[in-house]
């Protein structure tokens, strides 16, 4: 069976939330073995923006998704979500890992389906299904379908949730190039369309250039926000746009690449 075209998504009445850091520290561990992960962030990211994470291996990238999401806490300073502190998981936000993490024994509705918490009519998960190009495979397993595939229903089972904020670590890390590519279509559309605000983390230049409003680099550990740059470009974007060439250059030569 080959794999459907994505449906246009419908257009969502859920509100884009906007997500607040202020004076955020976070280490781990106590007294020699403590290590300094995030120093001093403040950032604070419209509701409706797509925002990258960009930086070195182990500067802490997860680690601020995770403060966003509630699935950990700062060691210091505050972060809100539409005004109201994070202080656990809850509904507001929505996670895509790296790899998919679908349940093996469920079929791809009924692992969309656990992303919307609250029991969510049927239709509505079929609908979703749809909309990342998953029509027709809702009662496959996860070992029947290709790894894009899957990485297709956990943005679908993120988002299943309704939540104003989606937060996504390396979602296309494990995929081909050219799956990659679609993806990152994908995700602004559909994300668009459910009205939620985005936070990506990458390691690629040329995917934070396609997708980000703004792109916050990381020092190194411990070190906190080197630079946050603003892409001004208008959407869809030509990702061989020449007006892109000069942020690329600047973000290659900030992790030691002259091109
Ligand atoms: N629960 C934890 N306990 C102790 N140390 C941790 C914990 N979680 C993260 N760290 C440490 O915090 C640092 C940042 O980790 P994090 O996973 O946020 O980095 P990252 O920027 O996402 O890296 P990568 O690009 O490799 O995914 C690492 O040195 C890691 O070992
Ligand atoms: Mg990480």
């Known amino acids: 069976m080959a794999i459907a075209e994505p449906r ?4 969502s009445n859920v509100l884009a939330a906007s997500v607040k850091m202020t004076g955020v520290n976070k280490h781990f561990g ?3 073995k403590r290590v300094d992960v995030l120093r001093d962030i403040n950032l604070e990211i419209q509701a409706g923006e797509v925002l990258v994470l960009l930086g070195p291996s182990g500067c802490g990238k997860s ?21 109201e502190q994070v202080t656990g998981v809850d509904e507001r936000c929505g996670f895509v890992f790296q790899d998919p993490r679908l349940l093996p024994w469920l079929n791809l509705q009924d692992n969309v389906a656990i992303g919307a918490r609250s029991k969510r009519n049927q239709q509505e998960i079929l609908e979703l299904l749809a909309t990342v190009g998953l029509g027709g495979f809702e009662k496959h397993l996860p070992r029947q379908v290709s790894g894009g595939m899957a990485q297709r229903a956990a943005l679908a089972r993120g988002l299943a949730g309704h939540p104003g904020v989606l937060l996504l670590d390396e979602p296309f890390a494990a995929l081909d190039a050219l799956t990659r590519l679609r993806m990152q279509d994908l995700l602004l ?28 680099v990381l020092a190194d550990r411990g070190r906190g926000i080197d630079e946050i740059v603003k892409v001004n470009h208008p959407r869809p974007r030509d990702r061989s746009h020449p007006g892109l060439a000069p942020l690329r250059t600047e973000l290659l030569s900030k992790f030691g690449i002259h091109p």
Request: aromatic fraction near 0%.
């Open 8 to 11: 246009k998504p419908e257009a």
């Open 30 to 32: 106590s007294g020699l």
């Open 63 to 83: 680690t601020l998704l995770r403060l966003i999401a509630g699935l950990d806490s700062p060691s210091e300073g505050l972060v809100t979500v539409d005004h």
């Open 189 to 216: 559309d559909v994300t668009r369309a459910s009205g939620a605000t985005v936070v990506l983390v990458t390691h690629d230049i040329d995917e934070a250039l396609h997708l980000a409003d703004r792109i916050v």
